[in-house]
């Protein structure tokens, strides 16, 4: 039982991490595009804004990435979660669990991901289309 828990241990470790890289990611994200959209205002430079989507998109595609990664080993912590204890192998394989919800493809398209970026893309051409109109 004690190896189990163990094994239990790395995957929630590994998971972790994972989860801490995509909040890190979105952190950057919100930082980068905050501070494009600055320099975009301050010159009057609208060729900021580009740099500002081709970020999104990068930070959304890694954020993906990892999302992709975290979905894989939380299925493998099921899984071992569900074994018995005398056929743990401490195998961090997760090869078996890259399909269906757990690609990467899908974690692009993830409810959560695309409310986030999809804020963050929307919010400079909102504030360019009120800014012309202001001014």
């Not at 989860?19 to 890190?24: D, H, R």
């Not at 979905?71 to 195998?91: A, C, G, M, N």
Request: net charge positive; aromatic share 18%.
């Amino acid at each position: 039982m004690e190896a189990k828990l163990k094994h239990l241990e790395f995957i929630q470790s590994l998971i972790t991490r994972f989860n801490s890289n995509c909040f890190l990611v979105k952190g950057w994200a919100v930082t980068l595009v905050a501070a494009l959209f600055a320099l975009a205002a301050k010159d009057a430079n609208e060729r900021y804004l580009l740099i500002t989507y081709v970020a999104t998109v990068i930070f959304w595609l890694l954020d993906a990435y990892y999302l992709a990664y975290e979905r894989q080993y939380r299925q493998l912590y099921h899984e071992v979660s569900q074994k018995d204890p005398s056929t743990i192998d401490f195998s961090l394989d997760i090869s078996p669990y890259r399909h269906g919800r757990n690609t990467w493809w899908r974690a692009i398209q993830a409810q959560t991901l695309f409310i986030f970026y999809g804020s963050l893309a929307a919010l400079p051409l909102l504030l360019l289309i009120i800014f012309k109109r202001l001014f």
